[in-house]
Each structure stands twice: as structure tokens, then as C-alpha cells.
């Protein structure tokens, strides 16, 4: 990342652009004058353009002008930028600059044996601690909380770890008035 902003690079190995053909196909759908030059990044422009393409048949995968486009449009409602780098026969790089601010999400760390994961923490309702044994009186798959019975899902159970310490840690999750421990 860098200030407030981070980056992500995606990078291949190929070819590269070829901004001959989509010089050819813009000017084949009158997107572009035959008679001025232009630059890599105005055809770069294009190309980045709604129902562009310079495949010569539409198959499953491309040919249909939906692709940069759609990338384009949603990295622009992220307000971000997308940046793209080539260089004949040695490949392409696609940069996308994302506000740090949607990147970053508070979240509650839960370890399961040696493994860490993270819970959104807007979706905690709340946290305690239980002896195992009284934490299933009824069945293994609910549990009482606030006088109602709530699903459980063991993550020991889940992750196939074995061991259970005495207590138990309950983080009961509230998402869209549904709730689950």
C-alpha cells in the first residue's frame, strides 16, 4: 500500500497488447479516424471501452465486448483507478489502485487449535465463555441464549479438530436479525 491508498498488480507473461489490431477493429466500427495517429493510451482507452472487442468470433470467452469494460466500471464505483502497462512480447500489467478505506474491515480473530480466523466484527453480538458440559443440555446442534434456542456450529467440529478444552468460547453472530452461535 501507499498513503491511502493500496495496489494490486496483476501481470502476465505474454505477448503483450496488440494495439495495431485494436487500432484496426476501432477503426472498422468507426470508433477511430483511419487518418490520425494515436497514442497507447487512447487506444488503450478503447479498448477499455463498452462492446469492444477485437476477437474475430464471438465464442464462450470472448468476442462479446463485456470484459475490460465491466472492470473499468466497477473499479470506478470502488473509486479507484485501473492502470495498464505493455510491452510488445513481453506481457502486461494491470494496476488497480483501490482507497485503503475499503480495504479495511474490523474483525474479531477466533483460533481454532493452531489456525486463526477472522469474523466480521459488525456481525458479533456478543461473546462468553461456557463450561462444555452445560453448554449442550438439550442437542449439540442448539443452544439457549436469551431464552431461545439458536443454532450451533462447533468450528472444532467443522475444522475436524479434536480436542475441547473445559470451556468453551460462544460468539454469537447477528446477521440480518438471524442468529447463530
Not at 487518418?35 to 470472448?62: C, R
Not at 450451533?152 to 453472530?173: A, G, N
Amino acid at each position: 500500500n501507499s498513503g491511502d491508498h493500496v495496489f494490486i498488480q496483476i501481470q502476465d507473461d505474454g505477448n503483450g497488447i496488440d494495439f495495431k489490431k485494436i487500432k484496426e477493429k476501432a477503426i472498422a466500427k468507426n470508433l477511430l479516424s483511419a487518418t490520425k495517429e494515436y497514442t497507447e493510451k487512447e487506444l488503450i482507452a478503447v479498448m477499455m471501452s463498452a462492446g469492444f472487442s477485437t476477437a474475430d468470433s464471438v465464442t464462450t470467452v470472448s468476442g462479446r465486448g463485456v470484459g475490460m469494460d465491466v472492470v473499468k466500471k466497477e473499479i470506478n464505483a470502488l473509486r479507484g483507478e485501473i492502470d495498464i502497462s505493455t510491452e510488445e512480447g513481453l506481457g502486461t500489467i494491470v494496476t488497480l489502485r483501490l482507497p485503503l478505506t475499503l480495504t479495511i474491515l474490523d474483525t474479531l480473530v477466533v483460533k481454532v487449535s493452531n489456525e486463526k480466523y477472522l469474523i466480521p466484527i459488525n456481525e458479533v453480538e456478543y461473546c462468553y465463555e461456557e463450561e462444555h458440559s452445560k453448554l449442550f443440555k438439550t442437542n449439540r446442534h442448539l443452544i439457549n441464549y436469551e431464552n431461545s434456542f439458536i443454532p450451533f456450529v462447533s468450528l472444532r467440529e467443522f475444522f475436524s479438530v479434536e480436542e475441547y478444552p473445559e470451556k468453551e468460547t460462544v460468539i454469537i453472530i447477528n446477521k440480518n436479525d438471524t442468529r447463530i452461535a
